[in-house]
């Protein structure tokens, strides 16, 4: 594997270390919640239904899973998120295969079948697959971020956050629905804002567990 930029987020080896024990469900726990949403974005972009992108998760898992307990952790040679990707673009490709032949080529034309079949699995270059893959996984940071914030502030605060820097409406609307003040809105953007950039931060050093 190649080695990562060091703007990727390092995964913590202890967690690493914990998942070579199938029977240590509170580790897999952790790793499922962290990252299936990661997974199920990437193989919807890929071009997957719902279902698809779903078996997806449970079969990239299970890949995991059975590979973990050969797995080396050795940033030298490449980082945990890299060999993930590697086992997800492949569990993407066996969906794309598994998919039923079209019946507009006759079955007496095994050419015209096996472009057809061939065309059902992406070309991972044209997927750009590495820039999907960072995108989605930034965003998983974030959102990982972010709940965790939400648990160290009081609701109202976070509220007051969420709508006026993450979903952006605007200071008025939010004095005028929540009866508060504009101070109180910009207090708690900037206060919450200051210790969302100090988690962010520290999950690019520690990784998100």
Same mark, same amino acid.
């Given at each position: 594997?190649?080695?990562?930029?060091?703007?990727?987020?390092?995964?913590?080896?202890?967690?690493?270390?914990?998942?070579?024990?199938?029977?240590?469900?509170?580790?897999?726990? /952790?790793?499922?919640?962290?990252?299936?949403?990661?997974?199920?974005?990437?193989?919807?972009?890929?071009?997957?239904?719902?279902?698809?992108?779903?078996?997806?998760?449970?079969?990239?898992?299970?890949?995991?899973?059975?590979?973990?307990?050969?797995?080396?952790?050795?940033?030298?040679?490449?980082?945990?998120?890299?060999?993930?990707? !590697?086992?997800?673009?492949?569990?993407?490709?066996?969906?794309?295969?598994?998919?039923?032949? /079209?019946?507009?080529?006759?079955?007496?034309?095994?050419?015209?079948?096996?472009?057809?079949?061939?065309?059902?699995?992406?070309?991972?270059?044209?997927?750009?697959?590495?820039?999907?893959?960072?995108?989605?996984?930034?965003?998983?940071?974030?959102?990982?971020? !972010?709940?965790?914030?939400?648990?160290?502030?009081?609701?109202?605060?976070?509220?007051?956050?969420? !709508?006026?820097?993450?979903?952006?409406?605007?200071?008025?609307?939010?004095?005028?629905?929540?009866?508060?003040?504009?101070?109180?809105?910009? !207090?708690?953007?900037?206060?919450?804002?200051?210790?969302?950039?100090?988690?962010?931060?520290?999950?690019?050093?520690?990784?998100?567990?």
């Amino acid at each position: 594997m190649a080695a990562e930029p060091k703007s990727f987020i390092p995964t913590r080896r202890s967690l690493l270390t914990r998942l070579k024990h199938w029977d240590d469900q509170a580790g897999w726990r /952790e790793f499922f919640d962290t990252y299936w949403r990661l997974i199920h974005a990437f193989a919807l972009k890929a071009g997957l239904s719902q279902t698809e992108a779903q078996e997806v998760v449970q079969e990239t898992v299970v890949s995991v899973s059975r590979k973990m307990p050969g797995f080396k952790y050795d940033p030298s040679l490449g980082s945990f998120k890299s060999w993930l990707l !590697l086992i997800t673009r492949r569990r993407v490709a066996d969906q794309f295969r598994k998919r039923p032949r /079209e019946q507009s080529f006759p079955a007496s034309d095994p050419e015209a079948t096996r472009t057809s079949a061939e065309a059902r699995v992406p070309d991972p270059a044209s997927l750009e697959t590495d820039t999907v893959w960072e995108m989605e996984w930034q965003k998983s940071m974030l959102e990982t971020a !972010l709940s965790r914030v939400k648990e160290r502030v009081s609701p109202r605060q976070f509220q007051l956050f969420e !709508l006026y820097a993450v979903k952006q409406w605007p200071v008025e609307r939010i004095v005028r629905t929540l009866r508060v003040t504009r101070g109180q809105v910009y !207090l708690s953007k900037n206060r919450i804002g200051s210790i969302l950039k100090k988690e962010v931060e520290r999950l690019e050093v520690q990784g998100p567990f």
